[in-house]
């Protein structure tokens, strides 16, 4: 998409900072983050929201999953927690149409849910 902020971080066309890439996932720190670590993991292909992954996207949500985690190593929050979110939508707060999940953590943070 030729509008969209995520695919032109994706694509080197825009300036991001980065924590780690592979060939099919982007895992860079939010541009104005909400915990003392905050970064967000995207898949490179453009997909809008959860709402609109197929079976095809199975294997790609699951590298997301996995660069989420080794970011939260790389970024020595693992060990202490952290927290992983997926914002769907007007209700759920999407900002950015381009899936991403939130990895937040490095320090305590406050209950959402429970
Ligand atoms: P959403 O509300 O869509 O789940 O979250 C979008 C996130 O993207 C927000 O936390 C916002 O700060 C971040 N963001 C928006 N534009 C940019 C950008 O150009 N660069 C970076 N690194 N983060 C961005
Ligand atoms: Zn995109």
Redesign the pocket.
């Known amino acids: 998409m030729s509008d969209c902020?995520f695919c032109k971080?994706a694509a080197g066309e825009?300036p991001?900072?980065k924590v780690l890439e592979t060939e099919n996932v982007l895992v860079?720190?939010?541009?104005?983050p909400?915990a003392k670590v905050h970064v967000?993991v995207i898949p490179k292909k453009h997909i809008a929201s959860l709402n609109d992954i197929t079976e095809e996207d199975a294997s790609l949500m699951g590298e997301v999953l996995l660069a989420a985690k080794q970011a939260a190593e790389t970024l020595g929050i693992a060990d202490s927690g952290y927290r992983v979110i997926n914002?769907i939508g007007s209700d759920g707060?999407?900002?950015?149409h381009h899936i991403?999940f939130?990895v937040l953590g490095g320090e305590k943070l406050g209950a959402l849910v429970g």
């Not at 860079?28 to 104005?32: M, V």
């Not at 707060?93 to 950015?96: D, K």
Request: net charge negative; aromatic share 6%.
């Open positions: 902020i971080i825009m991001s900072n860079f720190h939010d541009i104005a909400a967000l914002n707060g999407q900002v950015v991403h939130h």
